[in-house]
């Protein structure tokens, strides 16, 4: 009786012992897992201007509400490659986030580019309506879950505006010009119907493209017009303020998965928190663009009233008739026009 009762003791003991060692390795795994720095890097096709000003906001985020797990770095002006090597490096892992505009991602999913439609934003308040609404987020922040993207942050940066070499001060001045354009069909329809020639390219290869006479002109924001130095080459901009630049903040799925449960908490809390950060430094940055392109020697060109207003008339039904043969791509239109609709008028106070 004695002898089975140190033998129990003893199994006892053992397990005891097996289950510090069991415990100690548990909080010593946690304790890792607690203690992991984990690299992101952030980048974004711009310098000084919306997205990778709020690249770098997201990036302040992330490292203060981590605690420091987080260690962001922002690499701006296509540091890491072309946009389209961007997107790629992002879906694979290489590149944790990337901050662009939606319609770029269109080879990922086709609905990316539903932003790009003209006359959905009829100024940049009014986009940044758009772009808050929550239908509009659900949507767009949704449409990379099956192909590598998780999307945290959806913003406004800017209408879009025609820089040219020879000034284009009347509507019928746009026929016959080659322009850069976003990779959008809503973009190369639009521009096709004021009898413009359309050339799909990204940022960084505009500037060269103008310097060698490749294209007459480019459709872009007036920040990187203003940052990237363009005045060097092509003093005029026409305010055409069609269509509203959009930027979508996408994070590497792969890399979201890595992470613990709060931290991917923290990485979704501060993607959407600074879109709202950026609404009234979209609209500074906008501002100072317009002063400092003036200051440099540009010129800001606005078409005659009456011609403008053509301008948007002939521009309304593209993103109807575009879509419209595309099922996805008509209902995901068929969301941002109704929201736009909704939010032309400011909410009553």
């Not at 709020?54 to 922002?74: C, H, N, Q, T, W």
């Not at 940022?203 to 103008?210: F, I, K, R, S, Y």
């Not at 092509?234 to 305010?239: E, F, G, I, P």
Request: net charge neutral; with cysteine.
């Amino acid at each position: 009786m004695r002898l089975e009762r140190r033998e129990f003791m003893a199994r006892a003991v053992g397990i005891g012992a097996a289950l510090a060692v069991v415990g100690l390795a548990l909080t010593q795994g946690a304790a890792r897992a607690e203690d992991k720095i984990y690299t992101m890097k952030i980048s974004a096709p711009t310098i000084n201007d919306v997205p990778d000003t709020y690249a770098r906001y997201f990036a302040a985020a992330l490292e203060k509400d981590s605690g420091g797990r987080i260690k962001p770095e922002v690499y701006p002006a296509s540091q890491l490659g072309s946009i389209p090597r961007q997107i790629e490096g992002t879906q694979f892992g290489a590149i944790q986030c990337a901050v662009i505009p939606p319609e770029f991602f269109v080879g990922v999913d086709e609905r990316f580019e539903v932003l790009a439609a003209p006359g959905l934003a009829e100024s940049l308040v009014h986009g940044q309506r758009i772009a808050a609404d929550p239908a509009v987020v659900k949507l767009m922040l949704g449409l990379g879950a099956n192909k590598g993207l998780h999307g945290v942050g959806l913003l406004v940066s800017e209408p879009s505006e025609v820089i040219a070499k020879d000034a284009i001060r009347h509507l019928a001045d746009f026929k016959g010009r080659k322009l850069r354009t976003f990779a959008s069909q809503f973009q190369s329809d639009a521009w096709t119907r004021i009898g413009v020639t359309p050339v799909a390219m990204t940022l960084g290869d505009v500037l060269p493209a103008l310097q060698q006479g490749a294209i007459d002109g480019a459709v872009a924001g007036l920040g990187p017009f203003t940052h990237l130095h363009f005045h060097d080459v092509a003093k005029s901009v026409t305010m055409t303020n069609q269509p509203t630049i959009f930027v979508v903040a996408e994070v590497s799925q792969k890399w979201y998965d890595s992470l613990p449960k709060d931290l991917q908490a923290v990485v979704d809390r501060a993607g959407e928190a600074q879109t709202q950060a950026m609404e009234p430094v979209a609209r500074e940055i906008r501002k100072n663009a317009e002063a400092t392109w003036v200051a440099q020697g540009g010129e800001l060109i606005n078409l005659p009233a009456a011609e403008q207003a053509l301008f948007q008339k002939t521009l309304a039904s593209v993103g109807e008739d575009v879509s419209k043969a595309k099922p996805a791509l008509h209902e995901a239109y068929r969301i941002v026009a109704d929201v736009a609709a909704r939010t032309r008028q400011p909410p009553s106070e």
